[in-house]
């Protein structure tokens, strides 16, 4: 089956303010860099370019109030309510783009779901989606649609049970609230504790309610977790929760922000930690529809988000690999005090609830 790269030179034409730390260049130098090392390429490896996602699509989950301010919003035409939707702020500007760069990367991601769901495709990775902060009715943190509220919306209508993971350095919670009442869609995030970092939510007791409980995981992480705590937590606490929850697709959210020396945030992965993960969940055989999200040293994202592709395809590529982070001993007893207290509580927690 196909392995696909989601993109178009579209996005070119519709990039955030130079201002705004998110930067939109970062999916096309992905693009580039997996071509020039005919990477892009190859048995089973297509590259095919979205649609924008329909009105009727985005309706699915936002509301029509805040696509109408967005639409209107791009043409210069808003009134002061749109100050309550998120917009207008530091992190998420008005600008021309807004609209329609959203609803091409939701498009992507949408068309990624669609090919898994015809069986067309194993993997799809849209670098541009993953805009995971959306809410609703709101933007926030840089994310005005949410193509991965949409991208699993439209897998489990068509019936398949989804495992979303996002392992961003910030919480994944525009998804976590949609899903937050449902158990056909598990939402797991990894992310530096809210206690430190934006938005300041996805601690353990965040289960979800009702039919939904159980079924929304975090593990909040504290500054300096490296590549080995972090596998530690994502090996005792999540890996069982996922084979419990036995899924029929994988949902990833590949932010790079996780990075060492990342200018947001504190945790101090390498990309190997991503091509690590990636090949556990490989091996449960299911299609993954990954997309990008946050990373804002834009080399180091560039490279992530290429090996990660490659480590999606089954062979991630040894060149884009970053070398092992060399972690104090001090350091580690720091963190792994603070995340064996939140291991504890989470398998505490959600373990019964999965007969674990
Ligand atoms: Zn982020």
Redesign the pocket.
């Known amino acids: 089956m196909q392995k696909v790269f989601i993109y178009s030179d579209k996005f070119e034409s519709l990039p955030y303010p130079a201002s705004c730390p998110f930067n939109t260049s970062r999916p096309g130098l992905v693009r580039k860099l997996l071509d020039s090392k005919g990477l892009l390429t190859g048995a089973g490896i297509a590259e095919i370019a979205p649609e924008p996602a329909t009105r009727a699509q985005l309706e699915q989950f936002h509301t029509k109030e805040y696509l109408s301010a967005l639409q209107e919003g791009q043409d210069g035409k808003y009134s002061p309510d749109i100050f309550y939707m998120g917009l207008g702020t530091g992190d998420c500007p008005i600008f021309a783009g807004m609209y329609d760069y959203g609803a091409l990367a939701a498009g992507a991601t949408i068309l990624g779901a669609q090919k898994i769901i015809a069986g067309e495709t194993q993997i799809a990775f849209n670098p541009t989606g993953g805009l ?2 959306a809410h609703a009715s709101r933007a926030s ?1 840089f994310c005005y649609i949410n193509d991965q509220v949409l991208g699993c919306m439209t897998l489990a209508k068509a019936g398949k049970k989804v495992l979303y993971l996002d392992v ?3 919480h994944g919670d525009g998804v976590q609230e949609a899903f937050y009442d449902r158990s056909d869609v598990m939402t797991v995030s990894m ?1 530096q504790s809210g206690d430190t970092l ?1 938005p300041g939510t996805g601690f353990v007791g965040e289960i979800g309610i009702g039919d939904g409980k159980g079924f929304s995981i975090n593990l909040p992480l504290p500054p300096e977790t490296g590549d080995q705590a972090y596998m530690r937590a994502f090996r005792t606490v999540v890996l069982p929760l996922i084979e419990a929850f036995a899924p029929d697709v994988f949902a990833m959210e590949i ?1 790079a ?2 990075l060492e020396d990342d200018p ?2 504190s945790l101090m992965l390498t990309n190997n930690l991503y091509a690590d993960i990636i090949a556990e969940l490989l091996t449960f055989g299911k299609p993954i529809l990954a997309t990008g ?3 804002y040293n834009i080399e180091n994202t560039v490279r992530a988000w290429s090996l990660a592709f490659t480590a999606l395809c089954g062979a991630p590529a040894k060149d884009l690999r970053d070398e092992p982070l060399p972690i104090s001993q001090s350091q580690q007893i720091a963190v792994d005090q603070i995340l064996n207290i939140t291991l504890n509580q989470a398998r505490e927690t959600l373990f019964p609830i999965h007969g674990l």
Do not use: I, K, S
């Open positions: 995971h902060h943190g961003d350095v910030h992310h934006f932010g922000d996780a947001l945030a999200g946050g990373g």
